[in-house]
């Protein structure tokens, strides 16, 4: 059964979908069956794996509003093992569409569960916000994975997010756990970079992953571009980097978000 992990953040602009693509990008590169699910409505994760919103027939709002059952919204990427549920602007109704659904907060795990036994690994790129989507995804998922960019202001959302997904945790979904804080945009020239991650890992200890992800003028022209960075420029420092976030998240535990 393929473990799900939903990647969220209260903040744009943090490597939230940057994170999705490449590391879903790189799960498959390693021979790992895997599925990215573009939860929110910008869309912009459907782009960085290089499909164009226009050309698209089927999307995840179709499968949510029962237009068409889930298979048929999965499409196949330029990686071999990376297959995308692509989402486009209509996907900001989907926020008023849940909220008349009986049982509204399961309707993405009811969606999608029978995809899992297809895949080793589920990800879920959700919207920067704490709306009924969000709830959903979290409420599907086994494990959250939070990046946390390497800025002071950064703090505040982390501790928002975290005591929300605790809330799910209790009221919804029992065995969510944390598949770890990442820390992103990491500048190894800058004190205030160094700080962060010396204080993450002071005070959230093994929470964090021991993977870091440098700020990469590379990782976001790929993002332009369509392409995650493992194809378009596999010996890149960030492509490294997600690579290695994908080993160690095979490795290693979730943790408790209790």
């Known amino acids: 059964m393929g473990h799900i992990i939903c990647i969220a953040n209260l903040k744009g602009g943090v490597g939230k979908t940057t994170t999705a693509v490449n590391l879903s990008a790189s799960f498959a590169f390693i021979g790992k069956k895997t599925l990215l699910i573009d939860c929110d409505p910008q869309g912009s ?15 995840l709002y179709d499968a949510l509003s029962g237009k068409s059952p889930i298979e048929k919204t999965v499409l196949d990427t330029d990686i071999e093992g990376l297959k995308v549920i692509p989402v486009r602007g209509e996907f900001f109704r989907a926020e008023l569409e849940l909220m008349s659904r009986p049982n509204k907060e399961n309707v993405l795990r009811n969606l999608i569960s029978p995809l899992r ?22 409420t ?12 002071f202001l950064a703090y505040e959302s982390l501790v928002q997010l975290l005591k929300f ?21 990491y500048d ?6 160094q700080q ?9 200890k093994n929470a964090v992953f021991k993977t870091v992800i440098p700020r990469s003028a590379q990782l976001r ?17 960030g492509a490294k980097s997600y690579l290695e976030l994908a080993h160690e998240i095979i490795k290693r535990k979730a943790r408790t978000l209790a």
């Not at 297809?118 to 959903?136: E, K, Q, R």
């Not at 599907?140 to 800025?151: F, G, H, N, R, V």
């Open 45 to 59: 994760a459907t782009t960085g794996v290089g499909l164009s919103k226009k050309k698209l027939a089927l999307t």
């Open 117 to 138: 036994d297809c895949y080793d690994y589920i990800i879920l790129d959700t919207p920067p916000s704490l709306g009924l989507v969000s709830i959903n995804a979290m």
């Open 140 to 151: 599907a998922a086994d494990s959250l994975l939070i990046p946390l960019q390497c800025e």
């Open 165 to 185: 997904a605790r809330l799910v945790k209790k009221r919804l979904n029992s065995s969510l756990l944390l598949a770890g804080i990442l820390l992103t945009m």
């Open 188 to 193: 190894m020239g800058e004190k205030t970079s």
């Open 196 to 204: 962060i991650v010396a204080n993450a890992r002071k005070h959230l």
């Open 221 to 237: 022209e790929s993002s332009a571009q369509g392409k995650p960075l493992l194809l378009s420029d596999p010996d890149a420092v």
